[in-house]
């Protein structure tokens, strides 16, 4: 109980830094995830048809996720990046692309070679199949690997503050370094809930561009 009433007041009394620092992590999560769903989405497709593609792309996004989190931050600031929100973006953008590239090549891959044999007995050309079929079969999963990656960013993020990057991580950061599990609350319930809420609206998302026939 103590500790809740010193949640709420160390909370309250950082309001503004709050609104700042859920600002700078939105961004954090934002930036990154719409970068890495813009190249892995196409990549995915490529990695579709192309083996050499599939095996580099899929490959080298297998490698980056096995990079600790806080390792693939901090060697931004060796490799000459700096510190701040501009690597923080790069290395969370690079951690986001294999769930969004695993997720579309895998659906992508699962439709049924039936229904794109007929798709081309009609007379559709490639990229009509892959628009017209592959495509609207694929979203839902498309759209579980966005999630994912998301959640994974969300978490993931708060690590930024390491290299000076904002967002809740700089209040789990003071907590640790002064030994106040108030401060720690602050940075992680709101952390835990933003990433709560992500799902839960990239969810509603998912069901809105799903095509009917596949909400049954």
């Known amino acids: ?104 090549y895998t659906g992508i891959k699962e439709v049924d070679e039936p229904l794109k044999q007929a798709a081309q007995g009609v007379g559709m050309t490639d990229l009509q199949v892959l628009r017209k079929v ?7 999963v498309i759209m579980a690997g966005i999630r994912t990656s998301t959640v994974i960013i969300i978490g993931t993020a708060v690590l930024a503050a390491y290299i000076g990057g904002g967002g809740f991580g700089e209040f789990i950061v003071t907590g640790l370094s002064t030994i106040r599990d108030d401060l720690i609350l602050v940075g992680a319930v709101p952390s835990a809930l933003l990433a709560l809420l992500g799902d839960q609206l990239l969810g509603f998302v998912e069901y809105l561009v799903t095509p009917k026939g596949l909400k049954i």
């Open 134 to 140: 592959e495509l609207p079969l694929a979203v839902p």
């Open 1 to 104: 109980m103590d500790l809740l009433l010193s949640f709420i007041e160390a909370a309250s009394a950082r309001q503004e830094q709050l609104i700042a620092a859920f600002q700078a992590h939105l961004l954090l999560v934002v930036v990154p995830v719409s970068a890495a769903t813009v190249v892995s989405i196409p990549l995915g497709i490529w990695a579709t048809r192309n083996e050499v593609v599939e095996a580099f792309a899929i490959g080298v996004a297998n490698v980056l996720q096995t990079i600790p989190s806080l390792a693939l931050l901090a060697i931004m600031i060796p490799l000459g990046v700096g510190i701040g929100r501009r690597p923080a973006y790069l290395a969370l953008f690079l951690y986001a692309i294999l769930p969004i590239l695993r997720n579309t």
